[in-house]
Every structure is written in C-alpha cells, then in structure tokens.
C-alpha cells in the first residue's frame, strides 16, 4: 500500500533526504495526510470519556498504557460535521511539539513517500483558518491530499509555537 510520487531517480536516492514518508487518512470524501515522524501509533477506536468545558472538538481521553490521551475529532476540529465513530475509525496517535495526542479521522488508506517537491503551497484563496491547519496539498494519482499540520491542531501548541 506504498505509492512513490515525484522522480523515480529521486526516490532511489533516500541520503538525501529529499523524500518523506506521510500517512495518508479519510474524513468523509476527502483525503489528508501526516508525516509519518509525527506518527506514534495507529490504534483502532476506543470510546472516550468525555471532559467537562473541552473544545468541541475535543471527544475526550482515552487511556494508553497508562497515559492519559487527549483525543481530537479532527473533522470537527477542521470544522467539518463531527464523525460518527464505528468500527472502521481509526485514532492516530501522534506527537506534536511536546504533546502526545490521538486524531479520530475515518480511516488509514495510504502510505506515501513522497518528494519535497510534490508538496504545493496551501492556495493562496484559502482563508488564514484554513492555512494554519494545511501546510500544503498534493495532487497524487488524480487524488488531492492536504497536508495537516499537527502543530496547529491543539491551541497550546500553536500558543508555544
């Protein structure tokens, strides 16, 4: 399930670091990615409890092996309608300046590698919410993928930033 995108010759040569990895996911109709560094783990979905006075689009925290995890509705969070979580949601746990926390999105469907030059700037129509949340979008396969910006997602790591 690994597509390479960009020149061929490129993505031979791995040393020098023009490539990167990033896991491609869905909410609703439409596809985003995240760099795979950002990426801890890929867990099925848990139910969470919920906390008093959270953003909305904060579902709750889960438990992870002891770890208290915050869980973020991304769709909600890039102000799409809320997902309605089932068995096919999945939570990506990931990691963002010094803050671990989970994404809910629909499902994995991707994992691409992928040449810096393949990334094109977030269109300058975008509004300014819209940029903070995508660093730039990719046009694969006839697909268009956003890139998120997992630092942005929470706003005490965009405060910190």
Same mark, same amino acid.
């Given at each position: 399930?690994?597509?390479?995108?960009? &020149?061929?010759?490129? &993505?031979?040569?791995?040393?020098?670091?023009?490539?990167?990895?990033?896991?491609?996911?869905?909410?609703?109709?439409?596809?985003?990615?995240?760099?795979?560094?950002?990426?801890?783990?890929?867990?099925?979905? #848990?139910?969470?409890?919920?906390?008093?006075?959270?953003?909305?689009?904060? &579902?709750?925290?889960?438990?992870?092996?002891?770890?208290?995890?915050?869980?973020?509705?991304?769709?909600?969070?890039?102000?799409?309608?809320?997902?309605?979580?089932?068995?096919?949601?999945?939570?990506?746990?990931?990691?963002?300046?010094?803050?671990?926390?989970?994404?809910?999105?629909?499902?994995?469907?991707?994992?691409?590698?992928?040449?810096?030059?393949?990334?094109?700037?977030?269109?300058?129509?975008?509004?300014?919410?819209?940029?903070?949340?995508?660093?730039?979008?990719?046009?694969?396969?006839?697909?268009?993928?956003?890139?998120?910006? #997992?630092? &942005?997602?929470?706003?005490?790591?965009?405060?910190?930033?």
């Amino acid at each position: 399930m690994t597509n390479q995108i960009g &020149n061929p010759a490129e &993505n031979d040569n791995k040393g020098e670091g023009n490539g990167r990895e990033l896991i491609a996911f869905r909410i609703g109709e439409q596809e985003f990615c995240v760099d795979i560094m950002s990426v801890r783990e890929i867990r099925g979905w #848990t139910a969470a409890t919920p906390l008093p006075h959270a953003p909305s689009y904060v &579902n709750g925290v889960i438990n992870l092996r002891g770890a208290v995890l915050p869980i973020v509705d991304l769709a909600a969070r890039l102000g799409f309608a809320r997902t309605e979580a089932s068995a096919r949601s999945v939570i990506i746990v990931v990691r963002a300046e010094h803050q671990l926390f989970g994404l809910l999105v629909d499902a994995v469907s991707d994992i691409l590698t992928v040449t810096d030059d393949a990334l094109q700037p977030t269109p300058d129509i975008a509004s300014e919410l819209a940029k903070q949340f995508v660093r730039g979008v990719m046009a694969i396969e006839g697909r268009m993928i956003s890139l998120i910006a #997992t630092d &942005n997602v929470l706003p005490q790591l965009q405060a910190a930033a």
